[in-house]
């Protein structure tokens, strides 16, 4: 199965400066990448996604890379807001599976101080 | 449009009893798949149904069942439970179990589950 690395695991930055989380993964077959923000009593929210037929793809604040052959894929947040605190998941979708199995990170605390 | 809707949204057990969660996919979605997220993890895919069959499994022991109702609807069932399975339990749904531009899966709020 596919195997996904997230760094780092928690991150504090000031309100107004831009936070970075990354993801590896394992297997190069692999095409659909999502991103969710967790928050307790909102659930888990897809935020943005990618495939692999680009490179970069933005919304906002938020800004998702992708390099297929470095296997990884970042997450870019400008800007940050307090509200932007919360629990950020990235996801693979398994190339091998004929089903959708999401392999997920660890998880990255983003921690906005005003 | 009401998202994905789960019940209950907290509940305590004792080891060894059952427990049994439920799920309402998005409208339209035809496609359930559940998730245990461990505190301080990231989710773990246990099933995927789709037209009332399974299309999918995780590496779960066979305690973990589930199935999915005509209107979409699914329930996950666990018996004999144990003190491990505390966690939060998440629905996702989609349109479809796989296709070109319908992968995404949009989560619940979860069912927090304490077995003690």
């Known amino acids: 199965g596919e195997n996904v690395e997230q760094h780092p695991s928690t991150l504090s930055v000031q309100e107004g400066d831009s936070a970075v989380i990354k993801c590896t993964y394992s297997?190069?077959?692999?095409?659909?990448f999502p991103w969710y923000k967790q928050e307790l009593g909102k659930g888990s929210q897809l935020i943005i996604d990618?495939?692999?037929?680009?490179g970069e793809k933005k919304d906002q604040r938020i800004a998702v890379t992708l390099n297929k052959t470095a296997k990884h894929f970042s997450l870019h947040i400008t800007e940050t807001q307090p509200e932007d605190s919360a629990v950020y998941f990235c996801?693979?979708?398994?190339?091998?599976?004929?089903?959708?199995?999401?392999?997920f990170g660890s998880g990255t605390k983003l921690n906005v101080k005003p | 449009d009401a998202g994905v809707t789960q019940s209950p949204t907290h509940l305590i057990k004792t080891r060894g009893q059952h427990v049994t969660l439920r799920c309402s996919p998005i409208?339209?979605?035809?496609?359930v798949s559940w998730y245990q997220q461990v505190l301080g993890q990231g989710p773990q895919f246990i099933f995927q149904?789709?037209?009332?069959?399974?299309?999918g499994r995780g590496n779960f022991p066979d305690r973990f069942s589930a199935r999915q109702f005509p209107n979409y609807s699914s329930e996950l069932n666990v018996n004999a439970l144990l003190l491990g399975d505390s966690a939060l339990y998440l629905c996702?749904?989609?349109?479809?179990?796989?296709?070109?531009?319908?992968?995404?899966?949009?989560f619940g709020e979860g069912s927090w589950l304490t077995v003690v």
């Open positions: 996702a749904s989609s349109l479809q179990v796989r296709g070109v531009g319908v992968n995404t899966i949009y």
């Open positions: 297997d190069s077959a692999s095409n659909y």
């Open positions: 990618i495939r692999s037929n680009v």
């Open positions: 409208s339209g979605h035809k496609s």
């Open positions: 149904y789709y037209e009332k069959e399974e299309r």
């Open positions: 996801a693979v979708l398994g190339a091998a599976d004929n089903f959708n199995k999401f392999y």
